[in-house]
């Protein structure tokens, strides 16, 4: 059974970084596209990035883009999420998600398993 556990939120100020890892476990990846999405209060779920396990291939929402890096740890079986620039609208609950497929996808309802989330909140 696929498991996958977020980590790394937290506040920080405008301007600020955090990073965020998913550790991922029950299975291999190899096939698999890792996501992340976001949610804020009141909000649509939101895709923000993905990266392609085998072969590197990375997708970015424009709202991130040049801010926000998606990579991942073969060893430690993690994807990470790098995000820089951090601005107030990134507030939001964070959650790693995976698709079963090579082919990027960019709505939640592409995406097979899912972590809990983890917190981020930015101050202005």
């Known amino acids: 059974q696929v498991q996958l556990v977020e980590s790394g939120g937290g506040l920080v100020q405008a301007g600020g970084s955090l990073r965020l890892s998913c550790a991922a476990s029950?299975?291999?990846?190899?096939?698999?596209?890792m996501g992340w999405f976001r949610q804020a209060p009141g909000k649509e779920r939101e895709f923000v990035a993905a990266i392609n396990w085998s072969t590197l291939g990375t997708y970015y929402a424009n709202s991130v883009k040049g801010r926000f890096t998606i990579s991942k740890d073969n060893a430690k079986n993690t994807v990470y999420l790098q995000m820089s620039s951090l601005k107030p609208e990134d507030t939001a609950v964070y959650r790693c998600?995976?698709?079963?497929?090579?082919?990027?996808?960019?709505?939640?309802?592409?995406?097979?398993?899912w972590g809990q989330g983890t917190q981020v909140t930015v101050s202005s």
């Open positions: 998600a995976a698709r079963n497929n090579v082919r990027p996808g960019a709505t939640w309802l592409e995406y097979d398993y």
């Open positions: 029950g299975r291999t990846f190899s096939s698999y596209t």
